[in-house]
Nanobody, 114 residues
């Protein structure tokens, strides 16, 4: 059974930082591309960042220079370091594992507000 469990969300002030984690089980983690997506109220889910099995990264323009995606294959965990957070970053953040099949976590809420 595949499980992706996100953690690390919460309430943070503008300009603050959060680190999201995605712990995976039931897959050969190192073989999967990992991604973070987000969905704000009333909006479609959008890509935030991805990292391939080889460590190549890709970011949405809106987060470039502020967010960093990484992975630790020894811990079966992907991370999203979010710095200089803005109110428009408020959303539910979802972890995705993608290879021949695609899997999603349950999401973690990030709220950026003063």
């Amino acid at each position: 059974q595949v499980q992706l469990v996100e953690s690390g969300g919460g309430l943070v002030q503008p300009g603050g930082s959060l680190r999201l984690s995605c712990a995976a089980s039931g897959i050969t983690f190192g073989a999967y591309a990992m991604g973070w997506y987000r969905q704000a109220p009333g909006k479609q889910r959008e890509l935030v960042a991805t990292i391939t099995s080889r460590g190549n990264t890709n970011y949405a323009d809106s987060v470039k220079g502020r967010f960093t995606i990484s992975r630790d294959n020894t811990k079966n965990t992907a991370y999203l370091q979010m710095n200089s957070l803005k109110p428009e970053d408020t959303a539910v953040y979802y972890c995705n594992a993608d290879r021949l099949s695609s899997y999603w976590g349950q999401g973690t809420q990030v709220t950026v507000s003063s």
